[in-house]
């Protein structure tokens, strides 16, 4: 029922342009100002961290405010089709749909090697405001270790990837990450 789909992505579309990014999205778009290796990756489909002033997320879920052909992965953009509007289509005849990985798909598989390219090479990693459960993202904080970077949580509760951790930060990442720019000195003005 692809009329039904679309209905209900335009509703989750609605409810994300009502929702502003918060502090922790505006620190990381900082720190990637500042610092000349930087990477950020996200399973969030919001695209706050873009709105936040991340250049290039490496958005591993995708991101709901896009649009791709399901076949060609061509990304357009695409009105949404009314009650009676035929469901758009593009160039090579395939259905245009929400830029976002539904259960039982495949991550993108360029986002899964930028991101573990990244998680591997990375001095510094940070895991913020994820459980550490869900496939393969969980692993990335694994590879990071591996390779000998320096590993911290920043999340209210505790995760899957606590025990592993050199450093653990108790708090939301709006609270957290802006302490944790001025501790290390990532200037407000980065931005």
């Known amino acids: 029922h692809p009329h039904v789909v679309w209905e209900w992505y335009e509703y989750r579309r609605g409810l994300v342009r009502e929702v502003e990014p918060n502090p922790g999205h505006y620190e990381l778009a900082r720190w990637e ?106 692993s990335l904080i694994q590879i990071a270790r591996q390779n000998g970077a320096y590993l911290i949580e920043v999340n209210p509760e505790p995760t899957g990837a606590s025990y592993m951790c050199d450093a653990v930060l108790r708090h939301p990442s709006g609270i957290a990450l802006p302490a944790l720019g001025r501790r290390i000195g990532v200037p407000d003005t980065a931005a």
């Open 33 to 138: 100002k500042h610092f000349s290796d930087f990477t950020l990756i996200t399973q969030n489909v919001d695209g706050l961290h873009r709105r936040a002033g991340s250049s290039e997320p490496i958005e591993l879920h995708g991101n709901i405010m896009l649009t791709r052909c399901h076949d060609c992965g061509e990304y357009a953009d695409v009105q949404p089709p009314g009650e009676n509007d035929d469901i758009p289509r593009c160039h090579c005849g395939g259905f245009y749909r929400p830029a976002v990985v539904w259960f039982g798909e495949m991550l993108p598989r360029e986002a899964l090697e930028n991101a573990w390219a990244a998680s591997a090479r990375a001095d510094v990693y940070l895991s913020v405001g994820t459980s550490s459960l869900v496939q393969p993202a969980a």
